[in-house]
């Protein structure tokens, strides 16, 4: 049943799935000894936590939206899934790596780039993001048959800069926080353009060799995260404290249909269904009564990609480095303090160690090396270390394997230490 | 009908008031008490002896014995052979002998066993007979004399007391005048002994907090302890966490030439079991392996020294590893200055002083997860006292990456804005209140 006027009104829903391989238990006395850096705190915790997010999560969300996809024909999602998660369900869970792949054989779904290792690569080495993203689009054509054309950066972190490396990639579209302090007057309701700075020719020449597509697209698009409608389900919709507690489906749409501007972009955590929201709070619920609401009043539903063919209303411009973490919007979650800065400096220092490497040892031989050290850039390895609002034990803490920021500093420092050595042994030896 | 500006009037039976002080207990007590006196509390504080060239001050302020009725607190030295509530029956009669030196501070004495006291044990024993034959009868003789010195007793409208030591007296006291009894427990003789009570000290303590209408714990760890060991219902026992008071020391920063540019460990605590002493000693050897310019500096007094120095010899340490005895309070704020790291590896503490002054003096803190003062700190690190791999790795962690110990020191002082003796203070003159106007207790 549809209704007699169209709504003029597009959802724009775009999920993303991560697991990072935590770290092991590493105790500095046992440097030199250890054998595996990423089996978790403790023996196998990956494997563990893998499959109760994917009981609880990505399998009963897979499961929803696939049935909602095959009633609904003109229902559309994107998606996207970091390197370091599609590796770890091929070795323990593939069959939730079935059911993505399942997802996307309805046709009615885009798949996003990202970095590999869900890193801050882009902040750190030019080079480096390059390759990760190479990497990941890779392992997106081997496992769905899909050639990506929109981008995600890790933890929708973006400033001009990035939209430069991004543009130079060949992507037509990427993704970015709607965040009023660089929207000014405007909002996430219509596409815009990316504001492109000049990359030096160093850097230009560096992404030409990773480009996905020529010649270089003469724009970038960009969507912008509308983070009130989107956190109202990623954040507050069990709480009872939120003064619209219960959120029901009519409400919600009222919101929508009300929203200036023709596109809703709902950006938010593929955990969010089952993991962050629990299936008791009623979210697998609202979500299908959502869709099927909508859909029903006649809101259209898009991809990254469809939404983006629509003209470009103006073009922003965002300066400083964005993100869609925390109040502050920036990057404070993962180079806030001291430690983490720290830790930052010293792994990414580590990428001229191993490029010498390469000039006397055959690359083949370092791949072992090289995974590690990607696995050590991982974004939350640096999240976890983060002392903003760790007294008050908020969404930092729960998202934390270790017992507080410091213990996380600790332990990363040790296994970066171990695997300094090592690379510095092998080092030694090829001279 | 209660009114807001109302005051308390509490007879407190103390055993210890910095600087007439033998542990972290006459600290402790003495910014409660000023926390109380500030609020809405008229006390009487009483100890067995105030020696005669001892001042007592809060905030710069002298009291005396000599100063009454119209101060809010009045000290009543009650003359007795008591010092140190942390002692135990067995060592008490060493301590008897080392305070019989006239005109000195007795609580310090107990603490100078250094190397070069050691002798006086032998001194002296003939006068044991005339301050009772041990430490079960002078606290038993201590309660009489608490109700034969306090006039007016009946005029008070609660009776708090401070460990077992003082629990006879407190007692006594609510059996007299029929006041509400609030019993503060710092530290049980579980702790102190390391699961191996005195039954005659256990029983004491057991029956002041069987008589206590409202039993003080300094952490939820004693709290639970008091219900396990005691049998206390949990409804009669609130958590007061201790705290620290907010003034700055006045020292500067050390010079550090004594070490150069060595880096130090530092512990600070009575040698005795319950304080891990040992465990510390175990991980230094550890963490010399690969930090070999490291020095261990242990400050304070206790039956392990010997111990102590005999496995640092074992070790192959001890040229790194320095045992200073008893220091001073001025002194203590230097050493913790001088530290890079301030170790409190207790094997039990109900709640540990320690880490706060150390915090509070700029220096990144380990300390146990056994001990209750982990309930109030959050940017410090925590081990299990036994775990002397984990100990090691984070000794290595702190003194090897400034940024680590820069944010510890810097954070950790956050966590002390949440711990002054006001609140605290304030959480004690509720209980006050509930107790004389009879109400039930309701306490977050």
Known sequence: MHSSSPSDKAICLYLHAHQPYRLSKVNYLDLGSVRDYFQGPTNDTNQVILEKVSKKSYLPTNKLLVKLLKKLPELRISLSISGTLLEQLQTYEPKVLASFQELV???????????????????YSVEEFCIQVEQHRNLIKKLFDYDTTSFRNTELIYNDRIASLVNQLGFQTVLAEGWDKYLTWRNSGFVYK???????????????????????PSELKLLLKHYKLSDDIAFRFSNQDWAEYPLSAEKYLSWVNTNPGNLINLFMDYETFGEHQWADSGIFKFLEAMIFQASDTGIQFKTISEAARQGATDT????????????????SAWNGNKMQQAALRLTYAIESKLSKLVNVKPETKLSGLYNIWRKLQTSDHFYYMSTKYWADGDVHKYFSPYDSPYEAFINFMNVLE?????????????V | MQSSTERYKVLMLGWEFAPIIAGGLGVVCKGLTGALV???????????????DVQLQIDGISFTSANVEEDSLRFLGVDSRLSSPYLSADTFNLATDLADKPNTNPARQTNIAAPQDKGRATRSTSNKKIYGEDLLSEVDSYAQKVIESVTNIEDYDIIHNHDWMTAPAAVRAKELTGKPMVMHVHATEIERTVGHPNPAIFAKELAGMEAADTIIAVSELTKQRIVDNYGIEASKILVVHNAVERLESNFGPIAKSLYKDDQIVLFLARLTAMKGANYLLEAANKVLKHLPKTKFLFVGAGELLEDLIERSVDLNISHKVTFTGFLPHDQVDRAYRAASVFVMPSIAEPFGITPLEAIKNGTPVIISKQSGVSEVLKNVLKVDFWDVDELANKLIAVLKYGVLAEELSNNSKLDLENISWDIQGKKVIEIYSQLKHNQNLRFN
């Open chain 1, 105 to 123: 054989a309805t046709g009615q779904v885009e798949i996003l780039s990202e970095t590999y290792y869900h890193s801050l690569a882009a902040i």
């Open chain 1, 194 to 216: 990316a504001q492109l700075p000049e990359l030096e020719s160093k850097e230009l020449q560096t992404l030409k060799g990773y480009r996905i597509q020529k010649p270089v």
């Open chain 1, 316 to 331: 922003v411009s965002v300066p400083e480095l964005t993100s869609w973490a925390d109040a502050e919007r920036d990057l």
């Open chain 1, 418 to 430: 171990d695997f300094t050595q090592q690379v510095d042994y092998i080092a030694a030896k090829n």
């Open chain 2, 38 to 52: 500030k609020r809405k509390a008229d006390i009487t504080y009483v100890l067995p002896r105030i020696p005669d």
